[in-house]
């Protein structure tokens, strides 16, 4: 993935237990956010693309819901390139919505474990 590494803000030992704990629950889940936004799941550490694209989700819907946040042009661009990326084949909002739940309860998740893991 080019640009920016979400998971450049963690540690990576730490990160990667998270990320190990978290597939335990929610593999089903990667899975299906691969499948939905067309990523192929035979690609070596695809799990890690998949995390890195939650986490900037979660940071988009930050910018969008924030009224203290004032996103940059960049963000803007990537946050809709994002949302074209979960949007493109799906026939209704309630498909995309449910991409867009997962791939924030996934980030928010990586989270939650990556604060409790000493």
Not at 11 to 35: G, T, V, Y
Not at 49 to 78: E, T
Request: aromatic share 10%; charged share 30%; hydrophobic share 35%.
């Amino acid at each position: 993935m080019q640009g920016s590494n979400a998971l450049d803000n963690y540690d990576a030992k730490k990160a990667h237990k998270s990320l190990k704990m978290l597939l335990n629950d929610k593999s089903n889940e990667f899975r299906e956010i691969a499948n939905g936004i067309g990523y192929p799941t035979t690609n070596k550490d695809w799990e890690l693309i998949i995390l890195n694209f939650c986490l900037d989700f979660s940071d988009c819907f930050k910018a969008w819901s924030s009224k203290d946040i004032d996103a940059d042009h960049m963000q803007v661009h990537k946050c809709n390139t994002m949302m074209r990326q979960i949007g493109i084949g799906k026939s209704n909002m309630t498909e995309v919505t449910h991409l867009e739940n997962i791939a924030y309860r996934i980030a928010e998740d990586f989270k939650a474990i990556y604060k409790r893991i000493e």
